[in-house]
């Protein structure tokens, strides 16, 4: 619980710095550092599950039917040079009244590949 609120805590001094969706993503990185977060890290730390949990199907993220997370699985895919297989989407604090979204990309090891933060306006 002490790291949600920790977590929340930094995002939401982030916000205060800077409203740059890349500032707010970098924030994420050094939170969930990629290669040595897992999955039930993540959980464990935001408290919860994720709003949205999408496995890659078998033919690939463009047999996907949510093309918005499989543009964004593609895109990491292609940033990193990993192929991404689980996306997951959780909705976050932002600042005092606002809201996020905080996308965190797997490996098959269900290690962080990489994050995301997302106005939940977009």
Same mark, same amino acid.
Do not use: K
């Given at each position: 619980?002490? $790291? !949600?609120?920790?977590?929340? @805590?930094?995002?939401?001094?982030? *916000?205060?710095?800077s %409203? =740059?969706v890349?500032?707010r993503?970098?924030? $994420? !990185?050094?939170?969930?550092? @990629?290669d040595?977060?897992?999955? *039930?890290?993540?959980? %464990? =730390?935001l408290?919860?599950?994720p709003?949205?949990?999408?496995t890659r199907p078998?033919a690939?993220?463009?047999?996907c039917?949510?093309?918005?997370v ?19 989407r ?20 269900d290690?962080?590949v990489?994050v ?7």
């Open positions: 619980m002490r $790291l !949600r609120w920790a977590a929340f @805590a930094m995002l939401a001094l982030a *916000a205060c710095r %409203t =740059s890349e500032h993503t970098q924030g $994420l !990185r050094e939170l969930y550092p @990629a040595t977060t897992t999955r *039930a890290d993540v959980r %464990t =730390s408290g919860g599950g709003i949205l949990s999408v078998e690939g993220w463009e047999s039917s949510d093309v918005d499989a543009n964004r699985a593609d895109d990491v895919a292609m940033e990193t040079g990993r192929q991404v297989e689980l996306v997951e959780y909705i976050l604090p932002d600042g005092l009244f606002g809201l996020c979204y905080c996308w965190f990309f797997y490996d098959e090891d290690r962080v990489d995301a933060w997302q106005y939940c306006s977009d």
